[in-house]
C-alpha cells in the first residue's frame, strides 16, 4: 500500500518561507508523477506544483510561479516545496499526490487533482499578513 506522509507545515507571516516535505512508501518519486495541491476553506482543490520525468520537468500553478520550487531527494524518496514570498492567498491545506506508474488511467495534466491516485493526510500552511 502506498503511503504518503507530509510535513512542514505552520504559520508564517506574510513574506516568509516554508518548506514542505512529503516522504513515499511503497512508491518510487524519481520514476512517477508527484505533485503538491491545496485546498482552502470553500474552494476546490488545486494544483500548485509537479515534477516529472526523474525529477527533470517541473510544472508550476500561475499563482505560485517564481515563489514555489518543487524538488526531489531519490535517495530519501521524499518530494519538497519550498514556500518563499509567501501571501496570505497561500492559506490552505496542502497534500501531496503520486500517479500509479506504469501509464494508463485518467490523464488532465500534470496539475490535474484526477490525474492523481494516491494523497497524503495533508499539511496545513497559515499566512497572516
Known amino acids: 500500500q502506498v503511503v504518503l506522509v507530509e510535513s512542514g507545515g505552520g504559520s508564517v507571516q506574510a513574506g516568509g518561507s516554508l518548506r514542505l516535505s512529503c516522504v513515499a512508501s511503497r512508491y518510487s518519486v524519481s520514476t512517477n508523477y508527484m505533485a503538491w495541491f491545496r485546498q482552502a476553506p470553500g474552494k476546490e482543490r488545486e494544483g500548485v506544483a509537479a515534477i516529472y520525468h526523474l525529477g527533470g520537468v517541473t510544472v508550476y500553478a500561475d499563482s505560485v510561479e517564481g515563489r514555489f520550487t518543487i524538488s526531489q531527494d531519490n535517495v530519501k524518496n521524499t518530494v519538497y516545496l519550498q514556500m518563499d514570498s509567501v501571501e496570505p492567498e497561500d492559506t490552505a491545506m496542502y497534500y501531496c499526490?503520486?500517479?500509479?506508474?506504469?501509464?494508463?488511467?485518467?490523464?488532465?495534466?500534470?496539475?490535474?487533482?484526477?490525474?492523481?491516485?494516491?494523497w497524503g493526510q495533508g499539511t496545513q500552511v497559515t499566512v497572516s499578513s
Open positions: 499526490a503520486a500517479r500509479r506508474g506504469g501509464g494508463g488511467g485518467n490523464w488532465y495534466g500534470p496539475l490535474g487533482t484526477e490525474s492523481y491516485n494516491y
